[in-house]
């Protein structure tokens, strides 16, 4: 089944917004995109809405001859996949959005595990760094930690992601930093190896972790058409790994020290 998200029609559209726009009746369009459409004032036109009326009518029609029966047999969910429907949800799928399922090991379900997981890395990260005293990391890991958690809320709820302001730098200055830690930083780039002390190897593990993360959204959001969906998640799942690289090289130079 079809599906008309928010991010599709932004792409779409480019700022240029139709006063109508036309889709096959078939297409799942998201809450997102739904609430979009309502704020930009484009009226929704499906193509056989006239058939659909006719139909709907009937419909309503049979409906008032047992309401209460029609009401305990209307399904629940919805397959994203298929189009079908569910009275009750089975064990091996889960809620995209909605009242729509999907298998658990759908990309996006495994992008949102992901996610999940990489918070529990860096809290765990974070628990050792507070017995060590060194709460001025813990803090940067808190923006770290800040940031993932607004791109699972956005991919959840199909917002668009807000500002990547982390460690007092917008996104180009992340990616500046990151890529010429010798400017910014003040330290060569970063080899790891087993002389770096327990703190630069957790950070490493952070950021090996969160390029996981990033390989799992492209996946997710990347088709092999050559459409993307979702960019602004994905450059923030790239700036993640800039962050804990510049807390790496923040940790070379003596920033916290």
């Known amino acids: ?21 036309l889709i096959n009746s078939k297409v799942m369009v998201t809450p997102s995109a739904q609430e979009f459409i309502k704020q930009k004032k484009i009226e929704l036109i499906y193509e ?10 009937e419909t ?66 974070q628990v050792d760094l507070m017995k060590a005293k060194e709460e001025k990391v813990v803090k940067d890991l808190d923006e770290i ?23 007092g730098m917008d996104e180009e200055c ?12 003040g330290v060569d780039h970063i080899f790891p190896n087993h002389t770096m ?11 090996s972790f969160s390029r996981e993360v990033e390989i799992l959204g492209v996946q997710a959001f990347a088709s092999t058409e050559g459409y993307v969906q979702r960019k602004d998640i994905l450059q923030a799942l790239n700036r993640l790994s800039s962050g804990l690289y510049i807390l790496m090289g923040r940790w070379l130079g003596n920033f916290y020290h």
């Open 60 to 125: 309503i029609e049979q409906h008032n001859i047992d309401k209460t029966d029609m009401t305990e047999k209307r399904p629940k969910y919805k397959d994203y996949y298929h189009g079908g429907s569910f009275q009750e949800k089975p064990e091996y799928m889960t809620q995209l959005y909605g009242n729509v399922l999907v298998r658990k090991d759908d990309l996006r379900i495994q992008l949102r595990g992901k996610l999940d997981s990489f918070q529990a890395e860096i809290l765990k990260v």
């Open 145 to 167: 930690l800040k940031l993932t958690r607004e791109i699972l809320r956005a991919e959840v709820l199909e917002e668009p992601l807000q500002s990547l302001n982390i460690l």
């Open 48 to 57: 056989d809405s006239q058939k659909n009326s006719e139909q709907k009518q």
């Open 1 to 21: 089944m079809k599906v008309l998200t928010e991010t599709r029609l932004r792409e779409e559209f480019k700022n240029k917004f139709p006063k109508k726009y």
């Open 174 to 185: 992340l990616r500046k930093a990151s890529h010429n830690p010798k400017k910014y930083l």
């Open 197 to 207: 002390g327990e703190v630069l190897v957790k950070l490493n593990g952070l950021r």
